[in-house]
């Protein structure tokens, strides 16, 4: 019985270390702390109870599937965005990203174009779909390196890559929607269903963004968790410096992160695309904000360094629920951005005095 | 009436911290004119005393008197106005602006319209520095200035608040000798002027030099204050550590091996010409010189850090390259920093450190072996004595002797075999010294060779095989073990070769 005891208690550690990445290499901690370690849960849970009592509606298999299928593309590029963050930079051009990657995808899907003469039709979606994650991972490889080998400062070089990303988008689609009934004479006028699917229908009752949501969390638990890579990410963010002396290959380790920041955004871009059953050059404007604030709720260090995958993926669905339920109490849409920006503030100073208040 | 000679008098000072009486009854008195140097190994309740006098740490019993007055300095602010002016250990100058506007940052001379008046700004600042006789431009940028310099332009930013009792903690610690000799003079020149300085140090040998009185704590009790004639260094040591060392510097004889290291002609323009030398197993070479000779940029360049721009690096006798630390990690050299911060990652847990440089060797398929971590670092961690409460502790939360002994962990467990030791006894207390020189005893007896870059003579002489003296980026002597004076590696560290 001892026995069992003591194994149960190793999975749940193994367990513990991979979703709670922080406390594996962070501080043991006291029984307050780790109470208020999840601060943006009980934030979330008092969420959850005031809409579910101030709208019947808010708890309802069908709403709470809706919030997930809705949310699964922030989460998502959240997810990525706290990679990059641990290792002490921003991905600011996520959204633009997202877009000129998703438009590719769904203009190889549905339209003929002509390469040196030779006519390629709307290719097999997911032959569309493969070239769309490659256009994000490319974004990202370009980001990582100009910030790595350029030493230009992560912030600026995604800024352009943002702006560059938008204009190539606009390019591609030569600003309308795809598909589009304007140019849908010879041209298919509806996306392939592998793609729809792929963010909007159901797997056993379960929303496929969010299963596909689900995968990166899992991905990205581990590889902080679990990898050499994700501790060098930590080793980077945390001090630089004393990474490189200690023979961590800091400009790699810098480009991958960016890298999978892109891989991420392109997923995203398929979930958001199969949702909305149509890619955009303006899809997701402002998404890199939104995303940033949902790992800033999470816990994460903006400076780098420390940093959950699942204090994240809390701060995503926090906003999500919380623009869902403002929606079914019918507050104003302006409304809404105030009071998502109060919240964003409540739920980070609060962290930052738990932070001060238990350390050491 | 007896009060009225004292600039200072603290009385029973009381300060706890969670888990800790930091500070325990403590009485303290400074006279007008003097040097009180107060000693202390780390975690002794130097600097939280400072900082209570200057009030940058509420105390939670005692009384304070300034010149018989009972004050309650209540921030830093207010302790600033009473006179009491307090040097960091870590500087708090602004290197993007000009001495002058460091000087009198907060406090800058207005014009009727309320800006800034310049010229009257950068006459002031020039007085004041030249009425302590410091040559250092106002106009100039404090980031183009050495330590030293900025160490003065701290002093002078707190005389110029018309301080009467500066407070100094490890004024000295960043500074060459020559330097040193410069700040001295200050001080006395100050005392002159009937300025009580409070002089934190962890140098015994500075005790003679430049104070009159030492008080030595321990454990946040006051063990003994005496005339520093009556204190020589043993008696002090066993006021600070409460036994007697033996021995300081444990050297053990161990026979040397092959040669694993030969660098021949290197080069770094500016900073380093022709440097040569061998490394055999078991020995420890030391390198002597002065602040700014150019040995921890030679750590650098050898450590793939730093390019160089000639020269060639032989490895058990086969010629290699090192162009990033990766590759010298990789060929077995491991390289304790001068600065602690730059070796560790403070928001990491111990175990995550010690195995920061071996993450290569414990991943398979890029996924780590948290297993192996736990047990190879729970290894280094009995072997080393680190106190910590847990391998998860972040290490921004040890004390400094223990980062250090982390920092060495990570090294140990990359089973390097040559080692570079910048500074290794920097800034950490006598007990942990004592340690760290047992550690690498023990490392040499395992035949990895040792380069120790030290500024404390005493210390290389005692542990080094060999030791080279540095000057202006190059090698101007070598001394076998006990063949030299101090005095005689001070002048090839200040003269340079012929």
């Known amino acids: 019985m001892g026995r069992s005891k003591t194994t149960r208690e190793k999975s749940g550690d193994r367990a513990a270390a991979l979703f709670w990445p922080g406390r594996h290499i962070g501080v043991q901690e006291t029984g307050w702390a780790v109470l208020l370690r999840g601060g943006p849960v009980i934030a979330l849970l008092f969420l959850l109870a005031y809409f579910s009592f101030a709208t019947p509606y808010f708890g309802t298999l069908s709403n709470l599937k809706n919030i997930a299928q809705q949310n699964a593309y922030l989460v998502i590029l959240a997810i990525g965005q706290t990679l990059v963050i641990i290792g002490a930079g921003i991905d600011l051009s996520v959204g633009a990203v997202m877009a000129v990657s998703a438009s590719v995808m769904a203009v190889l899907a549905t339209q003929k174009i002509t390469i040196m003469g030779i006519a390629i039709g709307p290719l097999n979606a997911w032959l569309a779909m493969l070239i769309g994650v490659a256009v994000g991972v490319i974004a990202g490889l370009v980001n990582g390196l100009i910030i790595a080998k350029g030493r230009i400062p992560d912030f600026v070089a995604t800024l352009g890559m943002m702006e560059t990303a938008r204009g190539a988008a606009l390019l591609v689609t030569g600003g309308l929607p795809i598909p589009s009934h304007l140019t849908a004479t010879e041209l298919r006028g509806y996306l392939p269903e592998e793609i729809i699917w792929m963010g909007g229908r159901e797997v056993l009752g379960i929303p496929t963004g969010a299963l596909i949501a689900l995968a990166t969390v899992v991905t990205g638990g581990v590889i902080l968790s679990q990898t050499g890579v994700g501790r060098a990410i930590f080793a980077v963010g945390g001090n630089k410096e004393a990474a490189r002396v200690s023979g961590i290959k800091v400009d790699r380790i810098k480009i991958a992160t960016y890298t999978l920041m892109g891989l991420m955004a392109a997923v995203a871009g398929i979930v958001l695309t199969g949702r909305m059953n149509s890619a955009n050059a303006l899809m997701a404007t402002g998404v890199e904000l939104k995303c940033i604030a949902a790992v800033v709720i999470g816990g994460t260090n903006l400076f780098g360094g420390e940093g959950t995958i699942v204090g994240t993926m809390i701060g995503a669905i926090i906003m999500g629920a919380l623009g869902n339920g403002l929606n079914l109490l019918n507050v104003s849409a302006f409304w809404q951005r105030v009071i998502m920006g109060i919240v964003i503030i409540f739920v980070v100073v609060f962290d930052q005095w738990r932070r001060r208040r238990f350390a050491a | ?498």
């Open chain 2, 1 to 498: 009436m007896t009060g009225s000679s004292f600039l200072l008098q603290a009385e029973s000072i009381d300060k706890s911290f969670p888990g800790v009486h930091a500070l325990d009854k403590l009485d303290f008195d400074l006279k007008e004119g003097e040097v009180h140097v107060l000693l202390g190994e780390n975690g002794a309740g130097k600097s939280t005393f400072m900082k209570i006098i200057s009030a940058t740490l509420p105390k939670d019993g005692g009384k304070m008197f300034i010149r018989g007055q009972e004050v309650e300095p209540i921030s830093p602010r207010h302790a600033r106005d009473l006179g009491i002016g307090m040097v960091y250990q870590e500087l708090s100058l602004v290197p993007s602006l000009s001495v002058a506007e460091n000087i009198f940052l907060g406090n800058l001379p207005k014009r009727g319209t309320g800006t800034v008046h310049w010229p009257r700004l950068f006459t002031e600042a020039h007085r004041l520095l030249d009425d302590f006789g410091v040559d250092i431009n106002p106009r100039q940028r404090v980031g183009t200035l050495g330590m030293a310099e900025r160490q003065l332009v701290e002093i002078a930013k707190a005389l110029s608040m018309k301080v009467q009792i500066l407070l100094l903690d490890e004024p000295t610690s960043a500074l060459s000798d020559e330097e040193r000799g410069r700040l001295f003079d200050i001080i006395h020149r100050l005392r002159e002027i009937g300025v009580g300085t409070v002089y934190v140090s962890h140098r015994l040998d500075e005790v003679p030099q430049i104070g009159q009185r030492v008080t030595v704590l321990r454990d946040g009790k006051r063990m003994d204050t005496l005339p520093v004639e009556d204190a020589d260094e043993d008696t002090l040591i066993r006021m600070m550590v409460g036994r007697e060392l033996k021995e300081h510097f444990p050297k053990e004889e161990v026979k040397l091996g092959r040669e694993i290291l030969r660098v021949q002609g290197l080069r770094v323009k500016n900073k380093l010409n022709d440097l040569n030398l061998t490394l055999h197993e078991g020995e420890i070479l030391g390198i002597a010189g002065l602040m700014g000779a150019g040995r921890t940029e030679f750590a650098r360049a050898l450590f793939g850090i730093d390019p160089i721009d000639s020269g060639k690096i032989f490895i058990d006798g086969r010629e290699v390259t090192i162009s990033s630390p990766w590759e010298a990690i990789e060929l077995g050299l491991g390289y304790l920093t001068e600065n602690r911060s730059d070796g560790l990652v403070p928001r990491l847990s111990v175990a995550a450190n010690i195995i920061l440089a071996s993450l290569r060797r414990l991943c398979t398929m890029g996924f780590l072996h948290l297993r192996r971590e736990k047990s190879l670092s729970e290894r280094y961690v009995r072997e080393l004595g680190i106190h910590a409460a847990s391998l998860h502790q972040k290490v921004e939360f040890l004390s400094g002797g223990n980062q250090q002994k982390v920092a060495l962990a990570k090294w140990l467990c990359s089973h390097s075999k040559i080692m570079i030791f910048d500074e290794p006894t920097r800034g950490i207390d006598v007990g942990s010294k004592t340690e760290v020189f047992r550690l690498m005893n023990q490392l040499v007896k395992e035949g990895v060779g040792i380069i120790m870059i030290s500024s404390e003579l005493p210390e290389v002489m005692a542990m080094a095989d060999r030791i080279l003296v540095m000057c202006r980026g190059s090698f101007s002597a070598e001394f076998g073990s006990g063949e030299a004076t101090q005095e005689d590696i001070l002048r090839y560290a200040v003269i340079g070769g012929e």
